[in-house]
């Protein structure tokens, strides 16, 4: 069993990844580090010199590489729920959590970083409810479990996540 982390930009996925991988015992995989190391440069480079649908394109190939995968703690970019093809992909390599952090507390998050290549220097609460109209409700029907993370502590989230996931790894453990 494997579990992937999705949501969105500054929702906590690598961070509470790290944690609930540590806890579990089970490897931890970045995806958007997976690409960085492949390019030798940051996902924010590849935006800007390749543009958005060639980081997508390897953003696929990334994902599609962890094929046969178990026992790992996957974090995602916010974006790759955007594909029909990473979601179907996504269901079947494990259980998805939903980071889900409300637009006020996700600005906070990111107002002061620069990095972010698809969020606008001003206006960027505006740019964050317009990506997550989109967004969100590929995210909620993607998800198995969904964990609020309004604090942004992600030991709180792992927390959660480890609770939430006792009865479902018990279980799984049942059927084999
Ligand atoms: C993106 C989110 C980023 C990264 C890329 C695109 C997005 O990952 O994949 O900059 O489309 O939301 P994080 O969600 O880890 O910031």
């Not at 990334?62 to 594909?83: D, F, P, Q, R, Y």
């Not at 995210?139 to 709180?156: H, N, S």
């Amino acid at each position: 069993m494997n579990i992937i982390l999705i949501g969105f930009m500054g929702s906590g996925k690598t961070s509470t990844g790290r944690l609930l991988a540590k806890h579990l015992g089970y490897q931890f995989i970045d995806i958007d580090q997976i690409i960085e190391q492949k390019h030798g440069m940051t996902c924010a480079k590849i935006f800007a010199q390749r543009g958005e649908d060639f980081f997508r394109k390897q953003e696929t190939t990334a994902l599609k590489e962890l094929h046969g995968l178990a026992n790992s703690v996957i974090a995602t970019g916010g974006g790759i729920i955007l594909s029909a093809d990473n979601r179907s992909f996504l269901k079947n390599l494990g259980t998805l959590i939903y980071l889900k952090t409300p637009p006020a507390e996700i600005l906070k998050r990111v107002e002061h970083d620069t990095t972010r290549p698809l969020l606008p220097a001003e206006h960027k609460l505006d740019a964050i409810n317009k990506m997550l109209s989109v967004r969100q409700p590929l995210y909620l029907a993607a998800a198995q479990i969904i964990v609020e993370t309004c604090t942004g502590q992600p030991e709180k989230t792992a927390a959660e996540i480890l609770r939430i996931l006792q009865p479902v790894q018990a279980a799984a453990q049942e059927q084999r």
